[in-house]
Structure formats: structure tokens, C-alpha cells
């Protein structure tokens, strides 16, 4: 690990991001100037720019290479050295004729599928798919036989999904039955598929507002890995990542055997809970936002529907769900803010000839925009206070598949275990150094000590092990980390 971390200020922009296309030039003007002025390492916007958003762009809208065929690419092909023009001048030409392109093709994708799935699928032909293929097709003949290929293999995906079940619970297959479940899963498959595309196409607005979000991103991501715009739903979204509470429905959905969504959890103190309508193995069938259209969910999987419900930021929601006897019932339930399991520390003590505290840190979560609400820092000093009492003679702390979070929180964490010192240094765009200090005098843990790491450790996760390495306050055991030595500004 590096001696010290230097921490780069790039930036997560949160802008508005209205819907009509006229009002994009001015977001992108606005995009523009905070990295110009923000960012560690502006890019200069130019020609080899242009190449590299070029490519990106299509990789965020077709990465799979399912909807754009060669030919259409060669139209497009005349923007690839002047994006840099656009974003200079306030243009946004390359956009608006590849977003019109873009809406054709699914368009055309969509018809496909419908035609694709009107038949059973034969799986006695040799067929083969690879899902490494990205590389645009020469003709629309070729996009209908890779959509084939594609829908076939997630049908013959599901069908093996029985098939193991049937091997586990009886060592046997019976092909016939599994079979017979072709036509539920061509459906299923092919309702999943469209449900992704109308979520484009479901309304102008809508379509304009998702491309126009990777639009942005593309040019963000083009200066670092890190830099990213968020709308309200994604600014959301990433502060609920990082906090103990969140706003939730209170429920959790999973898949059974059959590849059917039911609802497989329910929070107690929840508003599904609360409802008293909702059971376990309830099948949820229809979503519907208070002012908008309904959304059918045949086909969806779990974390397509779990995604439907952390996108949208309007609190209310009409459930359409099927029970066991068959029937439908709808019922109104209202976001609330639960506690999020997965994020809050646990401890326990390992018994042996000596106790050994163990402490497991899922992120650096803290309350945005409110310094009396939740901090891991505290929560971890609570948790060893209490080990403590058990005796322990070595603490473990667990930062694995941790990915980082506040700064502040890693500053106030490295502080618990030294008396006080430096802790990193941050670079700005002026270059200078800023020394960030645990300024704190004492200790809360002083003992043997040893930090768990792995790839998934990243950011704050890296600066704590770094920071306890260096005043040999802890043994790092692990694997290499992430390594991301870059910091956020929320703007």
C-alpha cells in the first residue's frame, strides 16, 4: 500500500436533468465547466476526446452489440472526430440523431423478439451463442439470428434450472416435464426482454431523460472512472448505499426453482409489513406510481423489479400482487425509512485459549447533510467498548467487500486506533497537499490487532488499512486491494 494516500479530488455531479431536449445544451454547458474547473485533471476537449467518448457512449447504450448493426454505425461514424466540437460550442447534434437511431433500433429489436418468441425454440439443432460477442452485425438478417441465439440460450438457461432441481431432489431428469415448461419460459423471457425496451420507450420524456443521463455520464467518465452524474433517483440511490437507514417499502423479493419472483422477506416495522395484505410467496404482478402508468412486471427478474423500486424517488406505490389461491389483490403502500441490515457493524467474540474481538465493517456509511445522524466510526468505537468487556486480547477488523464511503468517517476510524497524527493527504486542483489529521488525543483499542482485506476493499477501506500499517498499529492479511486513491465532491 502506498505510504500515504493522495486523494484526488474528481467529482459526482448532481444536476437536474430535465426531460426536453432543448434544455440539454445547457446541462452539458454546466457539466462542462465543473469539470473544467473542479476536476484534479481536466481533460482538454479535442479531437482524441472525441474518439475516446466516441466509444464509450456506444458502450454504455449496446455494449452487448444487440441493437446497432454496422451500417447504422457508419452513419454515425461522421461524429466520432467532432464530439469535442459539440461539447465546445454547445451543440448537441451527435445526440440527438444517434438518440433518434437508437429509438428505431429498439423499435426494430422489439418486433423482432415479438416474432422470435411467437414459436417454440428446437433444441435438437446445433446452436451457439457467445455472450463475449459485442462486435456489431453486418445486416439486420444477422441481429434477428444473434436475438435467436440469445433468447434461445436464456430459455434453455431457465429450463436447466428445473432440470437441477429435478437431479437434486430425485438424481433423475424427466425431459418431458422439463419441456413442457418451454412455453412458460419463451413468455417469460420474451416479457422481460420487451419490459427493458418500453422502459425506453414508454414515453418521450422518459427516453430523452435515460439517454440523456448516459450522455452526460459518458462525458464524465471520460475524465475518470469515478466522476459520475446523478439524477435525483441515482443521488438517492448512492447516499441509501452509504446510511443505515433508507427509504423502503419493506420488502424483499427472490426467485424460486420455477424462476418465479415472490416476495420472500418482509421487514418488520414496514410499510408491507404493516399492511397486513402481503405474505410471504406472494407473486408481485403489476407496480404502479401514484401519476404514472403501470408497470407489468411478466418476465421481469428479481433485480429487474428490486431495480424498479430503488429508481423510482415517488414515495407511494399501488402493489398488484397474486396470492396463493390465485386471486389478485392491489394495496397502497408508502415508503418509510427502515434500517439497513447489511450496512451496520456487527461483533462478536472468538472463544479459545484467548478471546479475539471481531468487528465486520460493511462501508463507510454516515448520515449525508446530517452530523448528529449515523457513523460507522462511533458505531465501530461502541462495538470494541463492548468487547472490551469480554477481555479480549486481539481485535480483528473485517474491511472486506467494504468499498469505501465518507472520508470523514475513515479520518474519525483511523483515529480510534492511534493517538493522533496524520492521516492522508489530499491533492486539489491548485496541486497543493492538504494534510488531513486525527486530531483527537487517546485511544479507544490500543491492543494486538489485525484488518482483513481483499479486492473488493476499496477508497476509504484502503486509506484506514494504509494509515494503521504505517504506525504499525495492525497486520494487513489478505489480498491486493482494490486500489482507488481518488475522492468524490458532491456538487
Same mark, same amino acid.
Given at each position: ?5 493522495? %486523494? ?5 455531479? #448532481? ?31 479535442? /479531437? ?6 466516441? @466509444? ?16 447504422d454505425l457508419k452513419k454515425l461514424e461522421q461524429f466520432r472526430l467532432s464530439? /469535442? ?19 428505431? @433500433?429498439? !423499435? ?5 423478439? #415479438? ?12 446452436? !451457439? ?13 444477422? %441481429?434477428? *439470428? &444473434? ?9 434453455? &438457461?431457465?429450463?436447466?434450472? =428445473? ?7 430425485? &438424481? ?15 413468455? @417469460? ?6 419490459? &427493458? ?29 469515478? *466522476?459520475?452524474?446523478? /439524477? ?84 407511494? %406505490?399501488?402493489?398488484? #400482487? ?55 466510526? !462511533? ?12 477481555? =479480549? ?6 474491511? @472486506?467487500f467494504n468499498g469505501g464511503g465518507s472520508l470523514a468517517e475513515a479520518v ?18 491548485? !496541486? ?26 476499496? *477508497? ?32
Open positions: 500500500m502506498r505510504k500515504i494516500l493522495n %486523494l484526488l479530488a474528481a467529482q459526482l455531479l #448532481v444536476l437536474p436533468l430535465l426531460a426536453q431536449t432543448d434544455l440539454l445544451p445547457s446541462q452539458q454547458k454546466w457539466v462542462k465547466e465543473l469539470a473544467a474547473k473542479k476536476h484534479i485533471s481536466p481533460r482538454t476537449i479535442d /479531437d482524441q476526446f472525441s474518439a475516446d467518448f466516441y @466509444r464509450k457512449y456506444f458502450a454504455a447504450v449496446d455494449d452487448r452489440g444487440l441493437f446497432f448493426t454496422a451500417p464530439i /469535442d466540437d459539440e461539447w465546445n460550442n454547445g451543440a448537441t447534434t451527435f445526440f440527438t440523431t444517434s438518440s433518434q437511431l437508437y429509438k428505431t @433500433r429498439l !423499435a426494430a429489436v422489439k418486433a423482432m423478439i #415479438v416474432e422470435i418468441c411467437a414459436k417454440p425454440f428446437d433444441f435438437n439443432l446445433p446452436d !451457439a451463442y457467445s455472450f463475449s460477442d459485442t462486435l456489431a452485425v453486418a445486416t439486420d438478417k444477422a %441481429l434477428y *439470428s &444473434r436475438w435467436q441465439s440469445l433468447l434461445k440460450a436464456d430459455v434453455l &438457461r431457465s429450463l436447466m434450472s =428445473i432440470g437441477f432441481h429435478q437431479w437434486q431432489t430425485n &438424481r433423475a431428469i424427466a425431459k418431458a416435464e422439463v419441456m413442457a415448461k418451454e412455453p412458460e419460459f419463451r413468455s @417469460r423471457v420474451k416479457a422481460r426482454h420487451l419490459n &427493458r425496451i418500453d422502459s425506453y420507450l414508454k414515453s418521450d420524456a422518459d427516453y430523452q431523460q435515460q439517454l440523456g443521463g448516459i450522455y452526460l455520464n459518458t462525458f464524465l467518465t471520460c475524465f475518470d472512472p469515478h *466522476s459520475a452524474f446523478f /439524477d435525483a433517483a441515482a443521488r438517492q440511490h448512492f447516499k441509501a448505499a452509504l446510511n443505515t437507514e433508507d427509504l423502503s417499502f419493506g420488502f424483499a423479493l427472490d426467485e424460486n426453482e420455477r424462476g418465479e419472483v415472490f416476495i420472500a422477506y418482509l421487514a418488520p416495522g414496514g410499510a408491507a409489513w404493516k399492511s397486513g395484505m402481503l405474505n410471504k410467496g406472494d407473486v408481485p404482478v403489476q407496480l404502479k406510481w401514484e401519476g404514472s402508468q403501470p408497470v407489468e412486471l411478466a418476465g421481469l427478474e428479481a433485480e429487474d423489479i428490486e431495480a424498479l423500486l430503488a429508481k423510482h424517488t415517488k414515495e407511494k %406505490l399501488e402493489l398488484t #400482487v397474486r396470492k396463493g389461491n390465485g386471486q389478485q389483490q392491489t394495496l397502497t403502500l408508502q415508503k418509510q425509512k427502515l434500517e439497513k441490515e447489511e450496512n451496520i457493524v456487527k461483533s462478536f467474540v472468538l472463544s479459545g485459549k484467548q478471546n479475539i474481538g471481531y468487528v465486520m465493517l460493511p462501508s463507510f456509511y454516515t448520515e449525508w447533510e446530517d452530523n448528529s445522524g449515523s457513523s460507522c466510526a !462511533a458505531d465501530v468505537a461502541r462495538e470494541i467498548v463492548k468487547l472490551k468487556k469480554d477481555s =479480549i486480547a486481539g481485535l480483528i477488523l473485517d474491511l @472486506r474519525e476510524m483511523a483515529g480510534i486506533f492511534i493517538d493522533e497524527g496524520a492521516i492522508c493527504q489530499i491533492k486539489k486542483t491548485d !496541486a497543493k497537499l492538504e494534510t488531513i489529521k486525527d486530531i483527537n488525543r487517546g485511544v479507544i483499542y490500543n491492543g494486538p490487532m489485525l484488518v482483513l482485506v481483499n479486492g473488493q476493499s476499496a *477508497s476509504a477501506s484502503e486509506l484506514v488499512a494504509a494509515a494503521l500499517q504505517d504506525y504499525n498499529r495492525a497486520i494487513i492479511a489478505g489480498t491486493p486491494t482494490y486500489g482507488k486513491a481518488t475522492g468524490q465532491n458532491i456538487l
